[in-house]
């Protein structure tokens, strides 16, 4: 029987890292944000250390004080993955399309052609927009959830139903006989719902792995809901081990709720890193980039813990009284954390260099630590690997990879090599082409 291993994927974003102040720390190029040899630097670097995949978030939007900071996102992310595409070979290639703001026609088409231009390795985060400042680019307001979940099924049964629709043998290029194609097996679909609809059928031969893997990020009931009849892998945010649990088994049960196997649906909680030698250079490293944010974190942090903190005294460990009269927030799954950190004695400023605020659990050390994190959570049946979303990615990438990947191979818990091309192969998924019988009925 073969040993379970974890399956990894890298945050491929703006170009400069996760941390805000990335873009402007030595040894970065400021103006990587617009530099599609940057990007497939970063993804070359995440395929020499044989991850499995690479995620990119998208929600166009700019949603940063621009005047300070990089957007978040990136320039086009299906241009950025047609650029990675040509300049690697085996890493998956996964992009966020909202359901809420395409048309099925135009998403089936790009990630399709994405998974031909790539040999099979595409993979669709398809999400629902919500914030209204991505709806205004759009000339519209967020819809109801009922509405914006409604629309994200038939979203990706369209879309899948496009995918499907040139048939898999169907395309002869025969020079000789000069039939092109089996014009009988390339066939409309003629499908519509409440909210979208397509006749197709979609010009598009089938990949390497036949169509791209659906994903879906998030981690509500209707994120659920939306990835059990479909999702090959779940992206989440889990800042607990029991969180990441509880989330595993809902996709999980969503999955057998649809009729499928739950092993179909892998999930991957989030991790940050910034790899250091030691913890003290990994806290100084984030102090440079984001000490700026401070007083506002400061203020934030109070929030966590209950309590009142002086954002003048970042240089003193918080007092006795303030550890005793502190108490987490049950409403920031965070503060607990937080707390435990703040007790360790750290001065006010180390607390905050933590990451005690960020999106997903922070390591901020030597590499071992994070292989022990991604150990204990993977051993304990809270993931089925994980993202990682390194602070500064010119040389966080080859930190984690240089760093963390050996430690867990020597373990037995990632692979050393490939062991197929696909990002199907990589995910395990099963093959698929066109809907799932299973779940169109
Ligand atoms: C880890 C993670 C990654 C996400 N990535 C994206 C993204 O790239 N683009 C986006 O629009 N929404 C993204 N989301 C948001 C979710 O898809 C979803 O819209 C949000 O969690 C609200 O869910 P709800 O409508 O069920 O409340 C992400 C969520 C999580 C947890």
Do not use: C
Request: proline share 7%.
């Amino acid at each position: 029987m073969s040993k379970r291993q974890m399956i990894i994927g890298m945050h491929l974003g703006n170009g400069y890292g996760s941390q805000p102040g990335a873009w402007r720390m030595p040894g970065t190029d400021p103006r990587s944000y617009a530099s599609f040899d940057a990007k497939v630097r970063q993804a070359q670097a995440a395929e020499r250390g044989k991850l499995q995949f690479l995620f990119l978030p998208d929600g166009p939007s700019q949603m940063v004080d621009i005047e300070e900071e990089a957007p978040n996102f990136n320039l086009d992310v299906m241009l950025t993955l047609a650029a990675v595409a040509r300049e690697t070979s085996r890493i998956g290639l996964i992009a966020t399309g909202s359901t809420t703001f395409n048309e099925p026609y135009n998403l089936a088409r790009q990630f399709k052609a994405l998974d031909v231009m790539s040999h099979g390795r595409a993979g669709w985060n398809a999400v629902t927009s919500s914030g209204e400042d991505v709806a205004a680019n759009y000339g519209q307001r967020i819809p109801p959830s009922a509405h914006r979940y409604g629309r994200a099924h038939e979203m990706i049964q369209l879309v899948q139903a496009l995918w499907g629709s040139w048939g898999r043998e169907a395309w002869l290029h025969n020079h000789n006989t000069g039939q092109f194609a089996k014009a009988d097996q390339i066939a409309p679909i003629n499908m519509g719902g409440k909210y979208v609809a397509s006749r197709g059928p979609l010009y598009i031969p089938p990949s390497e792995q036949g169509q791209p893997v659906i994903v879906h990020a998030g981690g509500s009931p209707n994120a659920h809901d939306l990835a059990g009849p479909y999702a090959s892998a779940a992206i989440g945010a889990s800042f607990t081990i029991e969180d990441a649990r509880a989330q595993r088994a809902a996709f999980r049960e969503a999955a057998e709720r649809a009729g499928r196997d739950p092993d179909e649906i892998k999930y991957f909680p989030g991790l940050m890193t910034t790899i250091a030698r030691d913890r003290r250079s990994a806290l100084d490293r984030r102090i440079a980039m984001t000490e700026r944010l401070f007083p506002q974190r400061v203020a934030y942090l109070q929030r966590m813990l209950g309590i009142r903190l002086d954002p003048d005294r970042l240089d003193a460990p918080l007092s006795d009284k303030q550890l005793n009269a502190a108490h987490p927030s049950p409403r920031d799954p965070r503060s607990a954390q937080a707390l435990k950190i703040a007790r360790e004695g750290w001065s006010l400023r180390d607390v905050l260099a933590h990451g005690v605020i960020d999106y997903h659990p922070v390591i901020a050390g030597p590499a071992i630590e994070a292989a022990d994190h991604m150990q204990e959570w993977f051993k304990a049946g809270a993931a089925d690997g994980f993202w990682i979303s390194p602070d500064i990615y010119e040389d966080g990438i080859d930190a984690f990879v240089d760093g963390v990947i050996p430690v867990l191979q020597e373990r037995g818990l990632f692979h050393h090599d490939y062991e197929g091309i696909t990002l199907r192969d990589h995910l395990g998924a099963p093959t698929q082409y066109g809907l799932d019988p299973r779940i169109s009925g």
